[in-house]
């Protein structure tokens, strides 16, 4: 077996250009293993463009991003959920017809040989599969304290509630980093601190790292060990959650615009 690779994901010198507008400037950071990166910056930024780069949305014009020693470059976005990537939605992107266990299994379709279409409805799989499933789904279940809507339509569950089911769905299957975009969008300030809570629970329960595209400084801040902070697609800061508050960059570009938000 190969040595790992000495970091989760090095993202070199990435360049993103829509015509001529450049979105990203020759971006680089690392990951670490079981780490929270924050990725945050105003409007603008590059953060999105960063992040669908990154889980092959789009393809960068120039430079590469190597995970667990697998360079990302040119991949097909149907590789990226073998590769260990999974990731949530600004949007929630759910079926929202389906139960809450029903969506969680769907997220686990990439670990068996039975393929998506028997997954999503239910058709028979390989007993050990199902098991396998019905285990990782039942821990799910009891850590993001979904237990009691487990078999309720999704569409009927409020919003914050529908995003603990796309982040039980994102876990389901197995991510080697979580990538999270804006997952406090649309939550009060108690489902924020909740949210807070969870990730620290989550980061101390699976052996994956998460890569956490956020507005609000405050949550980003106390969950992350590391902060990247971008502004007009270059980086203008690269530290600890300390480091990045009080760099006269981010201040300038970004905290000092929102500090209500913190």
Known sequence: MADQAPHLMRVTDVEMRFGGIVALAGVSFDVERNQICGLIGPNGSGKTTMFNCISGFYRHSRG???FDGTSLTGLPRHRMAGL???????NVALFRTMTVRENMFVGAHHLGQSGFISNALRLARPRAEEAADGARLEKLLDLLELRAVADTVVGGLPFGWQKRVELA???IGEPKLLMLDEPAGGLNHGEVDELAV????????????????EHHMSLVMRVSDKVVALE???KIADGTPDEVRS???VIR?????????A
């Open 64 to 66: 590469d991003i190597v």
């Open 232 to 234: 007009f697609g270059q």
């Open 198 to 213: 969870l990730l620290l629970k989550i980061r101390k329960n699976f052996d994956l790292s998460i890569l956490l595209v």
């Open 253 to 261: 570009a970004y905290l000092g615009d929102t500090a209500h938000a």
């Open 84 to 90: 260990g990537l999974g990731r949530t939605f600004q």
């Open 247 to 249: 760099h006269p960059e």
């Open 169 to 171: 769905r994102a876990l």
